[in-house]
């Protein structure tokens, strides 16, 4: 900037040079023909010149004009922070507790609570979220935040495969404490209804192989605990009484294998809310449709019957859906030849069933969730 000419002034003060470095730098110098004071503000984005200020010669101006150039400059800089706010999710829109979100070029991170949220403040800006879960896929996001904004965000991780070093796993007995409050409770994992070996894949004749547990006969699927009558154990689905869980005379169960998410059986000793019962508690829970893709299916056939599943995500709101299936296909091959043959009537059919599962589930916010039930049975014995 050019030197702006002026009348001499008088100062007692000639020769003095002060610099006061903050975010600003303020410089004050003296000329030959009076004080100029030259304002310069710094910072990575603007820089700002002020038209010089001639003072009167009073050092106690001079520090008043530099005290006000600084506060104004001060708050012109201030920002209120930004706020990230959100929740992280598996596939199937469950919570997961303990993970992390981290912006590594700040040093900044955050942990979720049991219900999956988080909140982290950040300055106003591009940033790069790196969010990781135990068990899960990491996922990086990059958010744009603006002064004072509140971003939300629902972070969901897929699984993932975590290698380990061989383990030896020892068959020793555990010793049972007696401070145990439910030592008679049975956990099932619905994978081992799957590779069970057997012909049928059935939890009910899952069931019939621990110890205690026996069946009517080979060819039932019904549960004889504890030398008690079948009718005497409470059989449950997702907290529903079912009086009649069987088919096909027995053969097999209600409960398809490829929808099972918790099986707990209670040998003795059961809660009070479970009543009206003697022997045993049969709760088995249905599994949630995964929300990863709108559609996708399954089809699998044993030597009873046929199985296809269909499951996804809802089209509207936060949800799923699942689908399930079943229905026997030997009377569809064996019943034309059979007829054919005369050995059965032409209006007489071989005994058969079909059954339908559908399961909704809508969360409206982050700690509801709403589930429905359906099912479908056809019985033809």
């Not at 800089?77 to 700040?106: C, F």
Request: charged letters at 20%; one cysteine or more.
């Amino acid at each position: 900037m050019p030197e702006s000419k002026t009348a001499p002034l008088s100062c007692p003060d000639t020769g003095v040079y002060w610099t006061a470095w903050t975010a600003f730098s303020l410089q004050l110098r003296c000329c030959g023909d009076g004080w100029r004071c030259g304002v310069e503000c710094c910072s990575t984005l603007v820089r700002f010149f002020f038209v010089s200020v001639l003072c009167e010669g009073r050092r106690r101006r001079m520090w008043r004009i530099a005290l006000a150039v600084y506060a104004c400059a001060v708050t012109a800089l201030a920002q209120p922070a930004a706020q990230v706010v959100g929740i992280i999710q598996d596939s199937s829109g469950s919570p997961i507790p303990g993970a992390t979100v981290q912006v590594r070029t700040l040093n900044r991170g955050a942990v979720a609570d049991a219900q999956g949220r988080f909140r982290l403040e950040l300055p106003a800006g591009t940033h790069e979220l790196e969010v990781r879960g135990v068990g899960y896929r990491p996922e990086r996001l990059r958010v744009s935040l603006a002064p004072g904004a509140v971003e939300r965000l629902t972070v969901r991780l897929s699984p993932q495969a975590i290698s380990l070093r061989e383990i030896q796993v020892l068959g020793a007995q555990p010793v049972q404490s007696r401070e145990d409050p439910r030592p008679s409770v049975v956990f099932v994992q619905p994978r081992t209804v799957k590779y069970r070996a057997g012909a049928v894949e059935d939890l009910l004749r899952a069931l019939q192989t621990l110890p205690g547990i026996t069946a009517t006969s080979d060819f039932s699927s019904q549960l004889v605990i504890r030398g008690s009558t079948p009718d005497q154990n409470l059989i449950l689905i997702d907290g529903f009484e079912v009086f009649n869980p069987y088919r096909l005379y027995g053969l097999v169960s209600m409960y398809n294998p490829e929808t099972l998410a918790d099986v707990q059986l209670s040998l003795g000793g059961f809660p009070a809310r479970y009543g009206d019962r003697l022997s045993a508690v049969l709760d088995v829970t249905v599994r949630q449709g995964q929300r990863e893709r709108p559609f996708s299916g399954m089809l699998s056939a044993t030597l009873v019957n046929a199985n296809v599943v269909v499951e996804g995500r809802l089209p509207f709101w936060q949800g799923s859906y699942l689908l399930a299936s079943r229905r026997t296909y030997y009377d569809l091959i064996a019943g034309p030849i059979v007829r054919a043959a005369g050995l059965v009537d032409g209006d007489v059919a071989l005994p058969n069933f079909g059954d339908l599962q559908l399961k909704l589930t809508v969360a409206p916010s982050s700690t509801h969730r709403l589930s429905t039930l359906w099912l479908f049975n056809r019985d033809n014995t």
